[in-house]
T-cell receptor
Framework: SAVISQKPSRDICQRGTSLTIQCQVDSQVTMMFWYRQQPGQSLTLIATANQGSEATYESGFVIDKFPISRPNLTFSTLTVSNMSPEDSSIYLC?????????FGPGTRLTVT | DAKTTQPTSMDCAEGRAANLPCNHSTISGNEYVYWYRQIHSQGPQYIIHGLKNNETNEMASLIITEDRKSSTLILPHATLRDTAVYYCIVRGKTSYDKVIFGPGTSLSVIP
């Protein structure tokens, strides 16, 4: 199994600003994933982050808006840039371990 | 796009078995059926997965039809804490196979 923590757990931000979300895992993992969950919706995959390579983004998500870092096998960050109210969502970090996927508690972002 | 179809919502009486269906008619031979659930305000939690044989663990049972085009997740004795959104997901079993969520089934366990 894998235990995932995220910081911050929630934040309220003004439009036009940026927020960096941190994801820490208690074990080394190859694949890390970032998801977004808009209010009342299911989860949408933003990107896949492997250590030592650039993140791979899903359709509709771009690096300029959601830059991702993956400096080592236990840590990743997702930045939500130039935020608008439409970015208000829960952002979740996830890792693959033993062919199962584990999720962090999420970061609840509100953009005003 | 999600490869599964689930009912939008279901109710279940506390203490009774909850049977959650999932259709995955386009599943390919090397794809597994995974189930996750998301309790309100928490991250999704892995429940169970299977390929073609029925599977059981401490949380639930997974029944997959012989043609593999549908499956049922069974919570044998539902409790109020089982109230959650349940997601049925079809994916390969390599680290490069993504977990793509559909809308899921909102299960309400009623006292």
């Amino acid at each position: 199994s894998a235990v995932i923590s995220q910081k911050p757990s929630r934040d309220i931000c003004q439009r036009g600003t940026s927020l960096t979300i941190q994801c820490q895992v208690d074990s080394q993992v190859t694949m890390m994933f970032w998801y977004r969950q808009q209010p009342g919706q299911s989860l949408t995959l933003i990107a896949t982050a492997n250590q030592g390579s650039e993140a791979t983004y899903e359709s509709g998500f771009v690096i300029d808006k959601f830059p991702i870092s993956r400096p080592n096998l236990t840590f990743s960050t997702l930045t939500v840039s130039n935020m608008s109210p439409e970015d208000s969502s829960i952002y979740l970090c996830s890792v693959e371990s033993g062919f199962e996927q584990y999720f962090g508690p999420g970061t609840r972002l509100t953009v005003t | 796009d999600a490869k599964t179809t689930q009912p939008t919502s279901m109710d279940c009486a506390e203490g009774r078995a909850a049977n959650l269906p999932c259709n995955h008619s386009t599943i390919s031979g090397n794809e597994y059926v995974y189930w996750y659930r998301q309790i309100h305000s928490q991250g999704p939690q892995y429940i169970i997965h299977g390929l073609k044989n029925n599977e059981t663990n401490e949380m639930a049972s997974l029944i997959i039809t012989e043609d593999r085009k549908s499956s049922t997740l069974i919570l044998p004795h539902a409790t109020l804490r089982d109230t959650a959104v349940y997601y049925c997901i079809v994916r390969g079993k390599t680290s490069y196979d993504k977990v793509i969520f559909g809308p899921g089934t909102s299960l309400s366990v009623i006292p």
